[in-house]
């Protein structure tokens, strides 16, 4: 992974990660209007989220170490 | 101007007649005048902030992006290219299968490609980025 698509990464989690901020926002509002079936579907739209959130975080922690792994051999 | 987020500093900034950006002391976000608002989709005013949205309220970190593709001659090529790159990650994230990713995967389907002065697809761009990179071999 080169420096550019981990911005690009980086970038997408940002925006997946301030959608969650809404979604919990909106199931806070649904809950209050006591509405269990889109609470229920909207948590399924988080939990997808946050799985696809982790993967990027896998992605661009995996491309930062191997990129340090390459810097350290240039050094040596 | 009373806005969701307070009394707005001045008369804000127009996007074109009924569309409006609105600043606060906290916070700010456009307004979309109701004949207009009426054309957003049902599922995208509910999608947003508290439901602000279906008063014609979008606010500016993220619901703005859905005023952007929806109205993307009121935004310049670059604003509407990112709001669909960020509205695709928002309803359309790689491994989506509920019925908000279904219903604005119909909807974008359905828009044309046209939107401003360069002749790209800022839809098609920016799922085709993020698929390029989502389906791209290992590290």
Not at chain 2, 6 to 25: C, D, F, R
């Amino acid at each position: 992974m080169t420096i550019a698509a981990i911005k690009d990464t980086a970038r997408d989690a940002r925006s997946l990660a301030l959608s969650l901020n809404t979604d919990f926002a909106n199931v806070q509002t649904y809950a209050e209007q006591g509405n269990a079936p889109l609470v229920d579907a909207l948590m399924e739209t988080i939990d997808a989220k946050m799985a696809q959130l982790a993967q990027y975080q896998r992605e661009i922690n995996a491309a930062a170490g191997r990129r340090g792994q390459i810097i350290e051999h240039r050094r040596a | 101007m009373h806005t969701p987020w307070g009394a707005s500093h001045g008369p804000g900034t127009p996007h074109g007649e009924g569309i409006t950006l609105y600043s606060t002391s906290s916070y700010g976000g456009f307004f979309v005048a109701p004949e207009l608002n009426a054309k957003v989709p049902d599922y995208l005013r509910a999608a947003t902030y508290r439901q602000l949205g279906e008063q014609g309220w979008y606010e500016e970190d993220q619901d703005w992006s859905i005023v952007a593709i929806v109205f993307p001659d009121r935004f310049s090529a670059d604003d509407v290219k990112d709001a669909h790159r960020f509205a695709a990650m928002r309803f359309d994230f790689p491994g989506a299968t509920n019925a908000l990713a279904d219903a604005y995967q119909r909807w974008v389907a359905e828009q044309p490609c046209d939107h401003g002065p360069t002749p790209s697809c800022p839809r098609l761009d920016a799922q085709a980025a993020i698929r390029a990179r989502t389906e791209a071999p290992g590290l």
